[in-house]
Every structure is written in C-alpha cells, then in structure tokens.
C-alpha cells in the first residue's frame, strides 16, 4: 500500500539499519501531536 511504502521509505531514511515498528509508531503518534496542536492553535486563533 502506499501509505506503508511511504512508511518505510521515512523509517529507511531516518534509522537506515534498524527498523523497528516502534519508531513508526513514535513517528505516528508525534504527527498525530502536532495535528492536534494546530487545530488547537487554529481554534484559538478563531476563537480569542
């Protein structure tokens, strides 16, 4: 699929040799952090 290609390809780019779901998990989870902090933001922003 291409959302798990493009997985790899981040996981090979950031640790070449150890590749473990756990970093993409992280990876994931960060992402999903920083979405919420934008629409947090953002919501702020809209709302003062």
Do not use: W
Not at 1 to 29: C, I, W
């Amino acid at each position: 699929m291409h959302r798990t290609a493009r997985g790899s390809a981040l996981t090979v780019f950031a640790r070449p040799k150890n590749h473990d779901p756990l970093s993409e998990y992280t990876q994931l989870s960060s992402k999903i952090s920083m979405a919420f902090l934008c629409i947090i933001v953002a919501d702020k922003d809209r709302f003062p």
